[in-house]
Each structure stands twice: as C-alpha cells, then as structure tokens.
T-cell receptor, first 112, second 112 residues
C-alpha cells in the first residue's frame, strides 16, 4: 500500500518558469515531510522540510506547501534552472520515527 | 564536515553469496538508516539504528541484517543473495529523531 504518492512520473518546465511538484499521502500519523532531489547513481540530497504545524516553508528558490486537510504537499521552485533537472522525491514520517516513507519520484526536466 | 560515506561504491556478487556494506555517518549523528532503491519498488526502508540498537525495521526478509558500532558506523549484511537483491543501497544519518536525514552516495550491488 503506497502511503506517499507522487502521481506525476515526469514534468517538463521552461527555464525561468515555476516548477510545481505534488505529493499526496494517506497516513494521518505523518507529521513531518521532506523533499529530496536525486541524480542517477547518487544518494538523495535533502532540499527542504516542513512539519505539520506549519503550512508553508521557504528556502531560497524552494517553497513547500502543506495542506493537512487534503493530505497534500507541493514543492515550488522559482525560477527553475537547468541544474534543477533531477528526480524529486517527497518523503514523510511521524515525529520520533526515523523511518522515512518515500513517494515514487517525479522526474523534472528544465528546458533551456 | 564530511558527509555520509558508504563503501564500496560498486559490488558484483554471485547468487548464494553474502555481502557486507559499510556506512560512516556524519560526525555527531547517532541515527543511521538503510534504504534499498530498485526501479520497481522505489526507495524502501530497511532498518534504523540508534546508539547500537535497532529501533525500526522494514518489511524485508531475515536475510537482511545490520548492526551499529559504538562510533555510530554501521554495517548491513545480506546473506544468500538473490538476483532480486540487485539494487542501490543507501545509508542515511540524522543527528536526532525527527530531523532530516542526509544520505550517502550509495552502494550499487549487482547479483549475477
């Protein structure tokens, strides 16, 4: 049973525009959410996180939004740059539990 | 500060053999988790260690085991290798519970 879902396997965005990656979850016990970026044959790189007590967190070009009632989170990248091309994973856990549950990933391609 | 270091980076083993993978966490991090990434199943949690104790375990058979040493370094062992064990094995470390996990570059295991 897939508790964290990324329904878009791929996304193409023009350079300079906004990239929006979406993630849905089913487990209401999740209270901490993270986004990772991954290149082939490398480990995931942490991007940004958000706890369930917030609905928004920003870090430079990256903003994560959390809608708890809809069990939905999204990652906004503005402006998108060619180096952003990678696979993006959302992950979730319940506080105090180090087990991260990952989505299946979205491959983002930034078109120059 | 050095990142998470995994050795070896690449490994080829024969069915039926066993393998040991090593992970050195970021200095000061006491939690070490292991994940398996395959094209079909995505990133799946194997187990997590904190202060030499296994705190969480994923849904993997008993052939997968691990341990953590007093210096927080961790090893993962897979016995009686099967072709389906071919995957990228990732180690992640965290300073404490409920914080972001930082991943190593992974060990690419190929079972032939």
């Amino acid at each position: 049973d897939q508790q964290v879902k990324q329904n878009s396997p791929s996304l193409s965005v023009q350079e300079g525009r906004i990239s929006i990656l979406n993630c849905d979850y089913t487990n209401s016990m999740f209270d901490y959410f993270l986004w990772y970026k991954k290149y082939p044959a490398e480990g995931p790189t942490f991007l940004i996180s958000i706890s369930s007590i917030k609905d928004k967190n920003e870090d430079g070009r990256f903003t994560v939004f959390l809608n708890k009632s809809a069990k939905h989170l999204s990652l906004h990248i503005v402006p998108s740059q060619p180096g952003d091309s990678a696979v993006y994973f959302c992950a979730a856990n319940d506080f105090g539990n180090e087990k991260l549950t990952f989505g299946t990933g979205t491959r983002l391609t930034i078109i120059p | 500060k050095a990142g998470v270091t995994q050795t070896p980076r690449y490994l080829i083993k024969t069915r039926g053999q066993q393998v040991t993978l090593s992970c050195s966490p970021i200095s000061g991090h006491r939690s070490v988790s292991w994940y398996q990434q395959t094209p079909g199943q995505g990133l799946q949690f194997l187990f997590e260690y904190f202060s030499e104790t296994q705190r969480n375990k994923g849904n993997f058979p008993g052939r997968f085991s691990g341990r953590q040493f007093s210096n927080s370094r961790s090893e993962m062992n897979v016995s009686t290798l099967e072709l389906g064990d071919s995957a990228l094995y990732l180690c992640a470390s965290s300073p404490e519970r409920g914080t972001e996990a930082f991943f190593g570059q992974g060990t690419r295991l190929t079972v032939v």
